[in-house]
Every structure is written in structure tokens, then in C-alpha cells.
């Protein structure tokens, strides 16, 4: 019994940390994909930055070409291409666009210039390149009049009889482009940028007025993502990625977006300081964090307590098993263990009490069944004191047995002196037989001649005057 209460504990721990590892498991992995998720949401938020901002170019860059178109076509009308009134229209020009003023581009490579005369550009623009790409905005160029500053001429043909006889265009400076972006975004931190796939020229750094080239450091620092090598490769290629970056301005790490842009060979890209577009990421973690260590410690704490419970309650079914409920001493099947299984008691010094208790059934019939129940508890507890818990025996309603083992027999008949005069104390009386054995008898025998002594002494207790068997005295 004692044995099948142990493996049922034994399974229940095993079940109850196989519980705690599935769910430790499962929340490890839940929390995972969370942060995960949360991950993919920051990048996704910086893609669709990057596309917001590729968006708006697209769009002031549309809007200046329709107002080019207007312009076009009104100096298209004009007998002279390079009249006065052109003249005076590319002196008059003003728009709240990004083109900083417009210039027409003439063959024989000349260039109508604001407030000025004529330019020879030979060597430096060419009418025929320019005419044969029509419509078109270019990449990063030296500027005409300011060889340290980089412009983008917006064309379109001005064309006469369904011929282009000049190539109206509106010149961007890039020192200003910055000031038309939409940066009110992640806390005003975010840097846009526009690279020329082809060279790695930026067209756009709204961190820097001076320009430079994406590839000017070899070498960056990265966090995660993508490696140096793969991200010039994904922005020759014009194909997205993303990384955690240092910046050569701040000295900070920062989440890096590209992706190609829909305006010629470009690629458009943000930079935004990692504790501010990871920020939900790093709120999430610390949430999960205090979730797995809460849950770590409420499932331990539980562990814990069900261990000692468990204990507590395989400790009781292992007394309820060995114990008589009524008296507390052990029962007789614990009795029948310890003959089986101790092979070696018949070899020890052994000393064995077999005692009846007088009087119960009289008793149950006369004052009830309550009173017998007293009167059995009254003579175990006087046992137990005198004997101790585990050497007292109930083996029957009102038989008891007492093994004691390497004890002389002249202290263990003191000791049964002592207990039947506590029994005797309380109005109770009791027969006894007892004797030792010090391995020249079995058990069994010794326990034969225990009981055999028992049953004289209780013949001589009821002959003698007024033990009468019908009543208790």
C-alpha cells in the first residue's frame, strides 16, 4: 500500500513538472512570436515611412512638371523660341514648388539663364542627350553656377510642329530639397534619404546639407540584419532590406529601411534612432519579461506547495494505510508486514505483549457503542505512552500486541507493569501475556505463547469475585 501511495506521488510530481516545462515552453514560444510580431510591425511602420516619403517627391516632382508643361507650352506659341517674353518668363518664374527657378536648354547646347545672358553649356549639357529622353528628371549633377552645390534638372520638350526644338527645365537645389519633406515623424528624429543606385550618390540626407556618398564609409557598424556586403548589393539591385546601423553622425545605433523608389535608378531610405522606432518592441519585451518571471514564480510557488501538500497527503494515506483510525496504533495489516518482511526478526532479541481489553463487548451493550470506542482509545494512548507509536499493534477489536526489539526483559515487564496500572488507573482493566525470545524461537511461536498466557491471565481476571463476564464491574 505504502508503495502504490509512493508511485502515485511520484506520478503526480513527474505530471505537475511535465505541466510546468510544456507551459514555460508554450508561453517561451507565445512571447517569441509576439516580439516577433512586434518586430515586423517597427519594420513595417519604417517601410511604409520610406514609401511616404518616395511618395511625396514623386508628388512635388509631378506638380513641377505640370507646371513646366503649362510654361512649355506657352513658349511654344512664340516665333523665336529664345524671344524676349521667354526671356522674361524664365526671369518671372516664381511657384511654391521645388524647383528653385527654370532655364532653357537650346540646341547648339545653349542655356536662357534668370537675369542673365545666354549661356554657353557645350560640354556640360547637351541638347541632343537631353531631347532624346523627352520627359525626365536627372540624377545628382554640379550646379552651373555653384560647382560646389548639387542640383536635379526636371525636363520636359517644348516642341513645335511635333518636333522638340528646346528642353524646358526647372532646376531643384539640394541644399533646400530637405525643407519639402514631411519629417514630423518618430519624434522629429527620423533622416530620409535618396541614393542613386547606380554610385551610391545621396540626392537626399535631410541630416546633412553637404552631400556625400553612401559608400564614403566602407565599413559600418552593424547591429543585426543585413552585412555591408548585402546591403550594397540589395541597393545596386534595388531590392529592400534592413538593418540595425551606426550612425556616422550621432554615434548611435539606428534602424536602417531601403527599398527602390519609382523615380529613375533611386533608392529611398530612413534612419531612425533604435530606442525610438523599437521603442513598442522594448515596451513588449519588458511586459514578457515581467510575465515569465511572474509566471516563473507563481508556477514554482505552486510546484512547492503542491510538493508539501502531496507530501503531506501521501504521509496521511500511508497512516491511514498502517494506522487504526480509532486508536492511532498500527493496524494489524502493518502487523502481518513486518512479520513477512523482517527476515531476520526471528534472529533478534525479541519481546512480545499480547493484552485483551476486559469487559468491551459487555461494555458496547450496556452503555453503547461510544463507550467501548472510549475505552479502546483510553488503553492505546496508555500503550503509546509507555511503548512508543510504532511498536503498538491493534490487531483485532479488542486485542493489542507490543513488539519490542533489543530490550532487556526485566525493563520491558517494568514498562507493562506501568502500563496496565495507567489502564487500571483510568477504571479500565486488561489481561496480558507476554514473553522473550532472544532467537531460540520463531515469532510466530513467540507470539503463540504471548497469547496463550493472554487468554490465562483472562480466565483468572473473570474467576475471580465480581468480574462477572455479563457486566463490567
Known sequence: ??????????????????????????????????????????????????????????RRIDIDREVLLTFANIISKQDNIDSPLTQEIIDDFSANTLMEHIALLLPGDKVLWPHQAPI???????????????????DRLVDLRDRNNFILRNFVPVQKNGKTVAMLYGVINLRTLPAFMNQ????????????????GDFILNTHRSKLGNMWDVAEREIKSGDSNEVMRAKLAEGQSGYNIIKSVISGQFGCFYYKPST????????????????????????????FLIAEFIMLVGYFIWLQRTSRKELQIQQRLADRDLL????????????????????????????????GLHELNNTQGH????????????ELQKVFGENDVYRIGGDEFVVIIIDKEDKDVEQLLTEAIAAIKAQNYFVSTGHCHSHGEISIDELLKMAEKRMYDDKRDFYSRAGNDRRARS
Not at 13 to 29: D, E, M, N, Q, R
Not at 370 to 381: N, P
Request: positive net charge; contains cysteine.
Open 120 to 138: 554657353n553649356a557645350k560640354g556640360i549639357l547637351s541638347f541632343e542627350e537631353e531631347a532624346k529622353h523627352g520627359m525626365h528628371i536627372t
Open 1 to 58: 500500500m505504502k508503495r502504490s501511495f509512493t508511485i502515485s506521488y511520484n506520478k503526480k510530481v513527474k505530471i505537475t513538472v511535465l505541466v510546468i516545462l510544456a507551459l514555460f515552453a508554450l508561453s517561451g514560444f507565445v512571447s517569441y512570436k509576439i516580439r516577433s510580431l512586434e518586430e515586423e510591425a517597427a519594420w513595417y511602420a519604417l517601410n511604409r515611412s520610406a514609401t511616404r516619403i518616395n511618395d511625396e517627391l514623386s
Open 370 to 381: 461510544a463507550a467501548g470506542d472510549k475505552m479502546l482509545q483510553v488503553v492505546a494512548k
Open 327 to 358: 486508536t492511532g496504533c498500527l493496524n494489524r495489516n502493518c502487523f502481518e508486514k513486518l512479520l513477512a518482511q523482517d527476515t531476520d526478526l526471528n534472529k533478534k532479541h525479541i519481546s512480545c505483549i499480547y493484552m485483551d481489553v476486559n
Open 263 to 290: 523615380i529613375n535608378n533611386w533608392r529611398v531610405a530612413i534612419l531612425v534612432p533604435e530606442k525610438i522606432a523599437l521603442s513598442r518592441v522594448y515596451q513588449t519585451n519588458k511586459l514578457l519579461l515581467f
Open 184 to 199: 514630423n515623424i518618430y519624434q522629429g528624429q527620423a533622416v530620409y534619404f535618396i541614393i542613386d543606385g547606380d554610385n
